[in-house]
């Protein structure tokens, strides 16, 4: 089973930039590829997602112009370039793969079945 392990989190003043890393243990070149956050009390929510070969990508209205989602299927990683960050871009980012499709199909909570364990990103104001 492939594990997946983010990078990259911490504390950054509004209008600052972060970058997320996932490394994987193993191939993920088949995979639909994810990054969501979650804050406590609140459902997990779809960042950005980017399809197998990279050729399609999606991301939320809220970081639209802000994120960049990337993939490097030869070193097993996945990125997320964040900039302009807002106090409310504050919760836990997850890295998730879809072990089933390789193209975004309806990408979700529920699409994605194989999960990090999560990177704090603080957004202070």
């Known amino acids: 089973q492939v594990q997946l392990v983010e990078s990259g989190g911490g504390l950054v003043q509004t209008g600052g930039s972060l970058r997320l890393s996932c490394v994987a243990s193993g191939p993920i070149a088949r995979y639909a590829m994810a990054w969501f956050r979650q804050v406590p009390g609140k459902e997990r929510e779809l960042v950005a997602a980017?399809?197998?070969?990279?050729?399609?990508?999606t991301f939320a209205d809220s970081v639209k112009g802000r994120f960049t989602i990337s993939r490097d299927n030869a070193k097993n990683t996945l990125s997320l370039q964040m900039i302009s960050l807002k106090p409310e871009d504050t919760a836990v980012y997850y890295c998730a793969a879809d072990t089933f499709w390789g193209s975004l199909i309806s990408p979700g909570p529920k699409t994605f079945d194989l999960w990090g364990q999560g990177t704090q990103v603080n957004v202070s104001s």
């Open positions: 980017i399809s197998s070969r990279g050729d399609d990508t």
